[in-house]
């Protein structure tokens, strides 16, 4: 019998909803808004967010990365015209490393030696890195076509290189770059060609200029044994400028320090950092450690989690007063119905579970329709950025769940409104 009088109560409660259509559209419309906001903003949020964190992911968090960085005044133009600027990562801080500091796995140093590549006819402007084999196992990126560098490439110290994606495009836009020659141009050393091995996979990239691995972007660079740049390329370099000529001497660019395990990689930074303060006192290095990035991001994203559902959660909550609202004036309408329903035998609880019903419903409707407006605009917006779409289960129930909760608390109050009418004065209602 209760289950009967439930089925029919609800039914009542649709049929009422379907005879004023627009009215209950445009009172689930801030549910729809409510909803939608919520799935929408924590999705873009968490697409955001798992983007940063895979460019940290792909630097390596066992790693931490040591890079020459030129030194204050070291672009005075006077001083370069008179003599040579030295500045960077050494052979000694590499040994340095290797002999003192705990918990280290191995160091894979990179140098910069040319900054100039070429084609046939066709130029472009990139850097051209010498580094061992192991560097692409720290910072896992493989190559999509040829083979990587090997270990016999560096003993051997092989002309071979393996280019970036942007390279493949640049220079090979039309044909398949293995087996083909490039030339790299150096003021220092003049043009050397290299056969290429290998092309690797596209990295995905952030900012402008473009920063992926380390603050470099792969895409970009040309990577050749380091034994060969030991060979063919000193630690000199000379750029041109405007009118003048700039002498640098900088040993290594990189350092790619890998640690044993992720639980000695702060204790270990810490160390690298008091080790290098001694032996280099013009601050021409820069420490960056992954695993920090990664923590700091994960709090970020916690953060910007709670305001954004925080933002989206308002909506539903002004969705939830134009309910109320909506059923409190629909409580006056209907005022001689309820009349002649209390004086046919309902019980106030039924008029509480009638209203009650017809607000759930509304807010039932209102939170599917959010639900799939949201995701679809989560979609068309990170597709538009270039982020992934990220909807996870517990957002989705969440927002249903918050939206259901929104129509019961909201409800409650007109429901016990009409409940409470006298039925005697609801019969003289005009």
Known sequence: MFSGLAIETVRLGMKNLYLHKLRSFLTTLGIICGVGAVICMLSIGEGASEAEMR???LLGTQ??????AKPEGGNDEAQ??????EYGLTKADLNLIRETIPHVQRVIPLREVAFDVSYG????????????PSFFEAVSVKTVRGRPLQPLDQTQAAKVCIIGDEIRRRLFAYENPIGRSITVGSLTSGAILFEVVGVLEPIETEG????????????????????????????????????????TQCVYSDFYVQVVSLDHVIAAS????QALQHTHKKLDITINVPLERLQIAENEKRRRRIILGSIAGISLVVGGIGIMNIMLATVTERTREIGI????????????????IESIVLTTIGGVIGIICGATG?????????????????????????????????????????ARLDPIEALRHQ
């Open 55 to 57: 460019l940290i992911q």
């Open 63 to 68: 790693n931490i990365i040591l890079k020459s």
């Open 80 to 85: 370069q015209r008179r003599s040579l600027l």
């Open 121 to 132: 006819p066709t130029r472009y402007p990139a850097t051209v890195v010498g580094a061992e």
């Open 208 to 247: 402008l200029p473009a920063k992926g691995i380390g603050e470099r972007n792969l895409n970009a660079e040309v990577f050749i044994p380091l034994s060969t740049a030991d060979t063919r390329y000193g630690s000199l370099q000379v750029k041109l400028g405007a009118g003048s000529r700039e002498f």
């Open 270 to 273: 810490r160390m690298l950092r």
């Open 341 to 356: 329903r209390r004086a046919l035998g309902a019980k106030r609880r039924h008029i509480t579970l009638q209203f009650l």
């Open 378 to 418: 989560a979609h068309l917006i990170t597709a538009w950025v270039g982020w992934p779409t990220i909807i996870h289960q517990w957002t989705v129930l969440v927002s249903f769940g918050l939206a259901v909760a929104v129509g019961v608390f909201f409800g409650i109050y007109p429901a016990a409104v009409a």
